[in-house]
């Protein structure tokens, strides 16, 4: 049996209907990692020994009759998540040598729930970035395509999962962080509600934005991990207290009459014309399914992206200041005085990225600009999640292209930062008004996936669900396995 | 915007970074096209528009003031580059 290609569920079913065990299934894709993960570095870290652990851990569980939804399901972390005992890097050479003390919330519910931790995925250093090669460790490459790209900043996650390295991976989301990578990979990623998932043990960039989601290879695997990933938490003083739906039981749900928008604004300058032709098939689709579909306006979409690199820099260069070399994480050689120590040590601990991205912040903090940018962007939010709700008064769901290109090459968008952050364009804005999306493959440009988004309303994470599962039941793009992967 | 040199520094010094000279003509250019970028913000009048903070608008929770956590000091401290019986070290600050 080729276990690699299982996903989440049939890897779960296979379990518990004995036909493989937990060790099995983690030692053969170990092996796997071993073998392949040479071409895409798409971990960080591998935990071997205690992914052997945990595995023999779920077979003693299960043969006494305990076992969980995941247990024995291996899955992989972005390390962006703390985990105890295990270095956490954010992909920085400032946590380069971080053991982190404590397990993040996350973390913590997929133990509970039996999953199996192969290891820690690569990524933008500290989630800065929409192509993963601004991460200490090297860039990752795209499994349908080596010389490009797989996205970012969650593009080890997302890599690992289209390479069949593992079958899920957690990520997180601040811009697109999931919804992006999983479109430049060919898979089903989600960002859920803000709030939904719980930020705690989440190495913070942007506090307003961040969120965490999983990687999958279709919407039943997402919702299955959903399942484990979302609920309150007291850690987590933005955790939204409210019960959390079991999204598996309505992936099946008729899309008879749903109401999908399509918004002018995702269709425009900019849109490759390969990308657009595939999501207007998928668009076919889900008429034939029975939803109705017309045309919305998001008038303030433009406005997203400069409002966004004044709330993302500015809640960045307040998170990372604690960053000084003097509790954990890099400490430059022989200070000369205290200014010395945090000015050296954050000069040479973080990346160029990360570095532009704290200046812009405190610049645009800094005595006297308040007004003029931090106050501005916050209206500008105010206006651009209006235009959501004005949408949601007509229309359940918005459809549109998750990125603007398929994965473009290594190195094209480094040297321009403007350019790197258009690839943004379309996610941006959900993540300024809180609201949940997915990006699901809806077809092919050339030989790389298309990524195609859907938005709802708060809490809608079960409607978006079903609706990307019943297009998956009419499609197979979710199931195309990169050259050299199968 | 046009930043020059001098205010490259200037946020530097601010955001307690360390830039090498060579990088310098680098983040002065970029950080004007991201400036620029953002000035988009200024097409849109917003007088009048209610600022938004929290995605849902909600109000952040309390918890009640109680201990909830044991003393882990060895644990955090295990990880930190320099401690000296139970307390972080750093270069003299008082003369």
């Not at chain 1, 071409?39 to 205690?50: G, L, P, R, Y």
């Not at chain 1, 973080?350 to 903090?365: P, Q, S």
Request: include cysteine; aromatic fraction near 8%.
């Amino acid at each position: 049996m080729s276990l690699h290609r299982l996903g989440v569920r049939q890897l779960a079913d296979a379990l518990a209907r004995g036909e493989c065990s937990s060790v099995e299934l983690t030692q053969a894709l170990l092996a796997r990692i071993r073998r392949l993960d040479g071409d895409f570095n798409s971990f960080i870290t591998v935990t071997e020994e205690q992914a052997l652990d945990q595995a023999a851990e779920a077979d003693r569980r299960r043969a006494a009759g305990e076992a969980g939804p995941l247990t024995g399901v291996p899955i992989a972390h972005k390390d962006i998540f703390c985990t105890d005992g295990v270095r956490t890097s954010c992909a920085s050479r400032m946590l380069d040598n971080f053991i982190a003390p404590y397990d993040a919330t996350v973390v913590q519910r997929f133990k509970a729930a039996g999953a199996v931790m192969l290891g820690k995925t690569n990524m933008d250093e500290f989630a800065m970035g929409s192509s993963n090669e601004t991460s200490y460790y090297g860039p990752v490459r795209n499994p349908w395509d080596r010389e490009r790209v797989p996205g970012g900043s969650s593009g080890g996650s997302a890599a690992a999962v289209a390479a069949r390295l593992v079958p899920a991976a957690t990520g997180t989301d601040t811009g697109g962080s999931i919804r992006q990578p999983a479109a430049l990979c060919g898979l089903t990623g989600v960002k859920p509600t803000y709030g939904r998932v719980s930020r705690y043990g989440m190495i913070a960039f942007a506090s307003s934005l961040d969120q965490g989601g999983p990687l999958c290879r279709s919407a039943e695997d997402a919702a299955l991990i959903l399942e484990v990933m979302a609920g309150f938490d007291p850690r987590d003083s933005t955790s939204v207290d409210r019960p959390v739906p079991r999204y598996s039981a309505t992936l099946g749900d008729s899309l008879e009459g749903l109401e999908i928008g399509l918004p002018q604004e995702y269709f425009g300058d900019g849109l490759e014309p390969a990308v657009a032709a595939a999501v207007e098939q998928a668009v076919r689709v889900f008429e034939r399914l029975g939803a109705r579909v017309r045309q919305i306006r998001l008038p303030n979409t433009a406005l997203a992206v400069p409002t966004y690199y004044v709330v993302a820099p500015a809640e960045c260069s307040s998170n990372l200041s604690r960053y000084d070399g003097v509790r954990f994480g890099y400490r430059c050689r022989d200070p000369e005085d205290l200014m010395d120590l945090y000015k050296r040590t954050r000069g040479e601990g973080f990346g160029a990225e990360v570095k532009r991205r704290i200046m812009v912040g405190t610049y645009v903090l800094s005595a006297g600009y308040y007004d003029a940018y931090y106050l501005k962007a916050q209206k500008l939010r105010r206006l651009i999640s209006a235009d959501f709700q004005a949408a949601f008064a007509e229309v359940d769901v918005i459809l549109g292209p998750t990125s603007p290109t398929p994965a473009f090459p290594l190195g094209a968008r480094l040297e321009d930062p403007i350019q790197m952050y258009l690839s943004d364009i379309y996610t941006i804005a959900a993540n300024l008004a809180g609201l949940p999306a997915l990006s699901i493959p809806c077809g092919f440009a050339g030989h790389l996936p298309v990524g195609l988004q859907l938005i709802g309303d708060y809490f809608s994470e079960g409607r978006l669900l079903n609706a990307a599962h019943r297009y998956q039941q009419e499609t197979d793009w979710h199931e195309r396995i990169p050259p050299g992967c199968e | 915007m046009a930043l020059t040199r001098s205010d490259v520094e200037k946020i530097a010094h601010l955001a307690r970074l360390a830039l090498d000279e060579e990088d310098i003509p680098r983040y002065t250019r970029t950080l004007s096209d991201i400036l620029d970028l953002v000035a988009q913000m200024n097409a849109v009048d917003t007088h009048g528009v209610e600022p938004m903070a929290h995605p849902l608008d909600e109000v952040q929770r309390l918890r009640p003031d109680e201990v909830t956590e044991g003393d882990q000091r060895d644990k955090f401290q295990a990880i930190a580059p320099l401690v000296q019986d139970g307390l972080y070290l750093v270069p003299k600050v008082i003369e």
